[in-house]
């Protein structure tokens, strides 16, 4: 087996002297020598404070061991918590029937020596017995929760799931009254924070009365997707702590809600939209003698049938009784006709453990929107190896032509239609709104009311320039952004106008031909008042269903122009925005890049008691310490690092760096070489010879869909997809998603019969793409992948403006390393190689796999990307200048792994 290693930056011998480490772990079978070694990292992180950097290759049980490692340390700290609290109640009270203490000088009064003696214990006493006393009533209302969910669970069980009565009863809420109260904003009065709150008009939460729920210490679990989480609760249920664990999954609208006629909107956009206007409670109003408004009343319906405080509650308890993954927890919400994303968001302040994709944890707003306190818990995030790109995928955004003017164009007309009804400061902050939207399209070198399909510029042009650049060239760096995205927030004026637009389906900017069949001489505001005072009945309330434009956005693109402003407010040497003119004013558009994703991290750092970053290639980490965590203030010596070796022998795995090919040809896949005949020949007959020693599966991993697609065109013209395709079936990536689980699973099947029945073919090679759809979260263990080659080294476009930006910002705001090599050309070298280590750690799922890894180029047998591979497959790789020797090891490797088989079936 082989050995792990731990290395914690410098952590002194006191500090682990203070960190009593268990030596064993519950664990749902006997788990192996670097699981437990990995559990003590994690546990001494936590009990130290530490930011743990942690990688376990894929296949040895990574999951079960943070699972495991954080349960045990979070229980035994409440028990030590606990014992603390009760050891402090117990001194007082023995102290209490003691015979006195010591009475000192007679100069005081005996009240007051007192007091300065006692005060500060008995303080500590009170809060010690209030903290107890929650304790224990969490505790007796969990076993309530449990004795009630083993009762409901049989009665449930005798309920048909598929009565549905209840939902679509209300498929037609009574949310299209003619009453245009709600499509207001609530009045505004700036600076005054009482006032504002009535602008934050949330829709009625039914949390009014878990707002002031107090947070138990809780782990917070996040990951990429929603599979991953499932996976990772399914895990929790098999761990010795799924009966003492409260357990809240989060997800999105999307893959909870269980309101069919929102569900049918599909898109997330629309989902979000169309739940949040259901929320809203109905208004009525009081009106005094001169008829005017003076007071604005929420009713308590709600128009969701799901979305009600008895049944949330019951949700709640039902949660916190047993553990549960998404899929159960929506099953759940249909049958006690409770809403699973509401029910479980609720249920954060009890839980334990909270598991909770990317988007929400790293993006602030959405984070505190969903309730999730940081202050004192644990972070743990799960396949990080591209937490850098994903943190600054989250902040930025791109927003088009199209959408800024179809924005001004319908708040423009909200602005008309509600003018007399609204008060002075809410028309002055629309006013300053409709200012930018209109600065921005006149920017792109549109005109506010101007056809999306007009033509723009005469040339296309690309360019990234920086924020205060920007706010100046487009003249809105006088505006106060900060105040004005405060408004946008408090006043929730996008969601106000998204509902104006599905009730009135205003115009939105009109294309040209639609100007032609006018007169031409009404503005579309103009048109679409006249046309409302003229006939009210062609402007009818929508129904449910919502539309979507051209761009795929939702009916009024505000919400979405929201996130784009708010960016804006982001420190100049953080961030960049890319101009992109074209030749059609609605395919122009702006896009914020975020250059620095410290700053949004910073806070989970600071707050956290401890951050653990973990995956299965979390090599090199260089960049996790640099931009990551040193660049938020963290001290070195709270940095700990552990990588632990595979599970398997050394002998289960051959990894090879090949040179040259069967005809001594150098490969050379750089840009400049890898599309010449003569590499592309000498590629076919080496795969060729692969599949030809290689048994069951090959998965061969090329750069790009279109060099996958060049070589695959010249092996058809020369014959040698033909030749490669006797030896074994022929499978390719799809580029849709929808067709990934047909090609595995025709891929499997293939492999299977072949061994199976016996055939000329020996198995069959699947052609897949680095940072494809394949290359992340798909298993191909045992027969599916006994030989993965990748093609070349994948690098990134380097004439890419963002990319360059980004090169750029590194090598001016971050120190050269100890090689003196320039922090850009690192992170440009480190997004290839995370590539390859993502994609080569495919194969090897379990301690009796076995696999080859063959990389082909010549650059692999350098020692500065040989580093940085993982640990485990790194000391073993095989670096050879021909191609003999490495396909007689090759063909050892098989032969041994054969009789192996051989010896063990018998």
């Known amino acids: 087996m082989a050995s792990s290693k731990e290395k914690a930056l410098n952590v002194t011998a006191s500090q682990d002297a203070e960190c009593s480490v268990p030596d064993e772990f519950p664990f749902p079978f006997p788990p192996y020598d670097i699981q437990v070694d990995f559990m003590k990292s994690l546990y001494r992180a936590l009990e130290l404070g530490k930011i743990g950097i942690l990688e376990s290759p894929t296949g ?24 603390e609290l009760l050891e402090l109640v117990r001194s007082s009270e023995e102290a209490a029937g003691g015979s006195g203490t010591d009475r000192g000088t007679a100069l005081e009064p005996d009240w007051m020596r007192d007091y300065e003696q006692n005060f500060e214990q008995e303080e500590k006493v009170r809060n010690a017995k209030v903290e107890l006393e929650k304790r224990n009533n969490r505790k007796e209302k969990l076993r309530v929760f449990r004795t009630k969910a083993k009762k409901n669970r049989r009665v449930l069980h005798d309920v048909d799931g598929n009565d549905r009565h209840g939902n679509e009863a209300t498929q037609n809420p009574e949310g299209d009254d003619d009453d245009d109260d709600k499509l207001l904003v609530a009045d505004y009065r700036s600076d005054d924070d009482t006032e504002s709150r009535r602008c ?38 098999k761990s010795p702590f799924a009966d003492g664990t409260t357990v809240a999954s989060l997800g999105s609208r999307q893959n909870m809600c269980v309101n069919e006629a929102v569900r049918r909107l599909k898109a997330l956009s629309l989902i979000n939209d169309r739940c949040l206007e259901l929320q809203q409670k109905k208004k009525s109003t009081k009106k005094d003698e001169d008829g005017l408004t003076v007071k604005r009343k929420k009713s308590k319906g709600c128009s969701c049938p799901f979305y009600q405080y008895s049944s949330l509650q019951n949700y709640k308890e039902q949660l916190h009784a047993e553990v549960k993954d998404i899929e159960q927890l929506v099953e759940m919400g249909r049958k006690v006709k409770a809403c699973p994303y509401y029910g479980s968001r609720y249920s954060i302040p009890g839980a334990q453990l909270v598991a909770l994709p990317y988007n929400i944890l790293l993006h602030k707003s959405t984070r505190e929107a969903c309730g999730i306190k940081l202050l004192g818990n644990i972070v743990v995030i799960d396949e990080a190896h591209n937490l850098l790109e994903t943190i600054n995928n989250i902040h930025s955004i791109e927003v088009t032509g199209a959408q800024f003017a179809c924005a001004h164009s319908q708040l423009l007309q909200y602005m008309h239609r509600y003018q007399s009804r609204l008060l002075a400061k809410n028309l002055l902050y629309i006013r300053q709104i409709l200012f930018i939207l209109q600065s921005l399209v006149k920017f792109l070198g549109g005109s506010p009311g101007c056809a999306t399909d007009a033509a723009c510029v005469d040339k296309s042009e690309s360019r990234l320039v920086t924020l205060n650049t920007f706010l100046f060239e487009s003249k809105i760096d006088h505006m106060n952004l900060f105040k004005l995205n405060d408004y946008v927030r408090k006043s929730q004026i996008a969601r106000k106008l998204h509902g104006y637009a599905e009730k009135y389906r205003p115009p939105a900017v009109p294309r040209r031909d639609d100007k032609e069949r006018g007169d031409g001489k009404a503005s579309s505001v103009t048109a679409f008042l006249h046309k409302l005072s003229s006939n009210p009945q062609a402007v009818a309330p929508s129904g449910v269903g919502a539309r979507q434009d051209e761009e795929g956005s939702t009916s009024s693109p505000l919400m979405h122009i929201q996130a784009f402003m708010l960016a804006l407010t982001n420190r100049d040497k953080d961030c960049r925005i890319m101009i992109t003119k074209q030749n059609l004013f609605s395919k122009c558009s702006l896009k914020f890049l975020l250059l620095n994703p410290a700053v949004h991290f910073k806070d989970i750092v600071q707050q956290c008691r401890a951050v653990i970053v973990a995956g299965g290639t979390m090599q090199p980490t260089a960049e996790f310490k640099e931009q990551l965590f040193l660049a938020t203030g963290v001290a070195p010596d709270r940095l700990l690092e552990f990588s632990c070796g595979h599970v398997i022998p050394k002998e289960n795995l051959l990894p090879i760096a090949l040179a040259k090919g069967p005809s001594g040809v150098e490969l050379d896949f750089t840009f400049r070489s890898r599309g010449s005949a003569q590499t592309l020949d000498e590629l076919g007959r080496l795969l060729y010879n692969l599949c030809s020693v290689v048994p069951s599966g090959v998965v061969c991993f090329f750069p790009s869909y279109d060099y996958e697609s060049k070589v695959l065109a010249h092996w058809q013209s020369t014959n040698q997809l033909a030749r490669i395709g006797a030896r074994k079936e022929v499978f390719r990536e799809p580029r849709k998603s929808g067709e990934v689980e047909r090609v595995l699973d025709d891929f499997s099947k293939c492999i299977k019969n072949c061994k199976q029945f016996g055939s000329v073919k020996t198995g069959a090679i699947l052609f897949c793409i680095v940072g494809g759809k394949m290359s992340e979260g798909i298993n191909f263990s045992d027969d599916l992948g006994r030989c993965v080659v990748m093609i070349g080294m994948p690098y990134a476009n380097s004439s890419s403006p963002e990319l360059r930006e980004k090169i750029a910002y590194l090598n001016k705001n971050v120190t050269k390393g100890a090689d003196g090599r320039l922090p850009g050309q690192v992170y440009y070298e480190n997004l290839c190689l995370k590539a390859v280590n993502q994609s080569i750690g495919r194969a090897i799922r379990h301690k009796n796999d076995y696999a080859s890894i063959v990389l082909l180029d010549s650059r692999y047998g350098r020692a500065s990307v040989s580093s940085k591979l993982p640990a485990w497959i790194g000391r073993h790789l095989q670096v050879h200048d021909s191609f003999a020797p490495a396909f007689a090891s090759l063909r050892k490797f098989f032969m041994e792994r054969k009789l192996d088989s051989t010896i063990a079936s018998d």
């Open 60 to 83: 040895t049980g990574k999951s079960m061991s943070l699972i495991c490692g954080s349960l045990t340390w979070l229980l035994e700290h409440e028990q030590k918590k606990e014992k």
């Open 200 to 237: 934050s008009d949330s829709g009625g939460d039914a949390d009014d009365d878990d707002s002031s729920e107090e947070h138990v210490l809780k782990i917070y679990y996040c990951s990429r997707t929603h599979s991953q989480l499932a996976q990772f609760v399914r895990e929790v249920r």
